[in-house]
């Protein structure tokens, strides 16, 4: 499938990525990021060292905190000596932007740490755009040994969705007089929070933003075995109410394993993986047939009324062996 040559690099870059080496672990995400043709290498080389982290997304709209708030639980986590990584996403924009930007500048506390591996993603190559992206990511980052993983995306819609909802432990931050609660219901966001963190608390209105989520979380409907999301005041950018973020998120994680959800939350996740990875797949071989003799052909056969359109769709998904 591959060269021998690179698919001693794979494994010589994994072997440096256990051994702590950053720019191995740098090299191997932005391979996942261009969706490079050694991927299935490197997952498969990979897959030994992973599932083993905790995976914490942190989502909302630009400009709520999440890195101020990531740059703190990097701190909590590192106190605790665990390792962290961290995966800033921008599911916006196929280029990493200003917002990245701003996310390396507001995590600089960490940059010279040896336990702290920090990346941003944007979803360039990939097949499957960042859902399909990240979780490779993500397996790079458990590969090299991180305890922790903390995924920050921008709260922009659907693929913001899609990206939180790998985490075991998904964070929504809200702040107050953006009318994110609202908003953060429009978005579908209320399913996937298991805790919002009500940041900028310094600010007017923060009480307000808190009883309004408040509000939503008692109007949901959720049996006793239920989880109940968790609203915790913070301000990040003065390390304040950290202690709590982070005591919600070991309650979570304890509720998680007690109701036996940690390994079913996994599998639903390596489900969707599986999925995106076959489609991604499916949609290259698709566009191939598009240059390809085979579509023309049966096109003709039906514009001619000689072939009914789902019998040329079955053919031509035998030609791609997707049948
Ligand atoms: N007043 C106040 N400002 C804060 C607080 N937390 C963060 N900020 C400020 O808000 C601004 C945006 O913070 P970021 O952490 O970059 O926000 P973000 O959600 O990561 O932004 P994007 O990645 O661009 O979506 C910065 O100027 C922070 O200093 C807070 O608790 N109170
Ligand atoms: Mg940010």
New binding site residues.
């Given amino acids: 499938m591959t060269s021998p040559r690179r698919s001693r690099d794979v494994t010589g870059l994994v072997s440096a990525a256990r051994e702590g080496d950053p720019r191995a672990v740098a090299r191997l995400v932005s391979l996942v990021e261009d969706g490079d043709p050694c991927l299935p290498e490197i997952a498969a080389t990979l897959a030994p060292y992973t599932g083993q982290s905790q995976v914490i997304g942190l989502t909302?709209?630009?400009?709520?905190?999440?890195?101020?708030?990531?740059?703190e639980l990097v701190r909590a986590y590192r106190g605790e000596g665990k390792r962290v990584g961290v995966l800033?996403v921008?599911p916006s924009s196929p280029f990493t932007g200003g917002?990245?930007l701003?996310?390396r500048v507001?995590m600089q506390d960490h940059a010279l740490d040896p336990g702290v591996y920090i990346r941003s993603m944007s979803s360039r190559g990939h097949l499957g755009g960042l859902s399909a992206a990240t979780p490779q990511a993500v397996r790079v980052l458990e590969g090299a040994g991180c305890d922790v993983v903390l995924v920050?995306t921008?709260?922009v819609g659907q693929a913001e969705v899609e990206v939180a909802s790998l985490a075991d432990t998904t964070l929504v931050?809200l702040?107050p007089g953006m009318g994110d609660a609202i908003q953060a219901v429009k978005a579908g966001i209320l399913e996937i929070a298991d805790i919002f963190v009500v940041?900028?608390?310094?600010?007017d209105g923060a009480d307000i933003t808190y009883r309004d989520i408040q509000g939503m979380i008692a109007l949901g409907e959720r049996g006793s075995d239920e989880w109940r999301p968790q609203v915790v005041r913070?301000?990040?950018?003065?390390a304040?109410g950290v202690d709590d973020v982070v005591a919600a998120i070991g309650k979570h994680r304890a509720w998680l394993a007690e109701h036996d959800q940690l390994q079913a939350r996994r599998e639903r996740r390596a489900a969707a993986e599986v999925e995106n990875i076959a489609l991604g797949t499916l949609r290259a071989r698709m566009g191939g047939l598009r240059h390809g003799e085979a579509l023309p052909a049966l096109a003709a056969e039906v514009a001619a009324g000689r072939l009914d359109p789902y019998a040329a769709a079955g053919r031509l998904l035998e030609g791609i062996g997707a049948e």
């Fill in positions: 909302g709209s630009p400009g709520v905190g999440k890195s101020t708030l990531t740059n800033a921008d917002a990245i701003g996310d507001r920050e921008v709260g931050l702040a940041n900028k608390a310094d600010r913070a301000v990040a950018a003065q304040q």
